[in-house]
């Protein structure tokens, strides 16, 4: 089979509710791996039948919306000096914050809504948008057409991944996901340099310390 006893396990004893709370604490900003967990239920629903992929879509958007929320009135709360201070102990450093500042000053609302597909962006981008004073409602339309764009995406094109799965022999499903894994660690490798590229433009766009928005007009939408 395409699973491991362990994550089998997992999603058919808590099932969409650990689906919905990954994905919330990714939304918030804690670094786990909410894309991944979407993409295994999505799999696991259409190799095995034992979660409904309606119900995961439905759990992950949920999860995604709300977490998000969250993580935006954080970011619009605490500001820009306390994410500074303890935003380490999350992963979001002073150059991930730079480049939220410059991205949301160059694009405002598109990052919330392209976001969910890019890992960098996904973790941080509803923390970053509370913290640059994004509007409260461009921020939830943005905020809700992309987790659903999102969840449907991956968990629709992960669910038939799952389908095709039982139809390979030993082999072709031993090289599918050899090649699935190939291009998890090429994507991890070309995020490592979109994100240097990425920083070394914040920094000419924004040079010096960080500007606290929140004494400064709201970004544009």
Not at 161 to 174: D, F
Not at 189 to 199: M, P
Request: net charge neutral; charged share 15%.
């Amino acid at each position: 089979m395409f699973f491991s006893v362990a994550p089998s396990h997992l999603l058919s004893v808590y099932g969409y509710w650990a689906i919905a709370a990954i994905v919330g604490l990714e939304g918030i900003g804690i670094p786990i791996p909410g894309e991944t967990t979407l993409i295994l239920a999505a799999v696991y629903a259409g190799s095995t039948h034992h979660l409904d992929i309606r119900l995961v879509i439905v759990a992950a958007a949920a999860g995604s919306i709300v977490g998000s929320i969250i993580g935006f009135w954080i970011g619009r709360e605490i500001g820009y000096p306390l994410l500074l201070r303890y935003g380490h102990y999350v992963g979001l450093t002073e150059s991930k914050i730079k480049i939220g500042q410059y991205l949301f000053r160059s694009h405002g609302g598109k990052i919330v809504f392209f976001g969910r597909f890019v890992p960098l962006l996904r973790t941080i981008a509803a923390l970053l948008a509370g913290a640059n004073r994004m509007p409260w409602l461009p921020f939830l339309l943005f905020n809700t057409a992309g987790s659903v764009l999102w969840t449907c995406v991956y968990g629709l094109g992960a669910y038939y991944l799952g389908e095709e799965t039982n139809r390979l022999e030993a082999p072709l499903e031993i090289g599918l996901t050899v090649m699935v894994l190939v291009v998890i660690f090429g994507g991890a490798i070309l995020l490592r340099r979109s994100e240097a590229q990425l920083a070394a433009a914040a920094e000419r766009a924004l040079p010096g310390p960080l500007q606290d928005p929140h004494r400064a007009q709201s970004i544009d939408c």
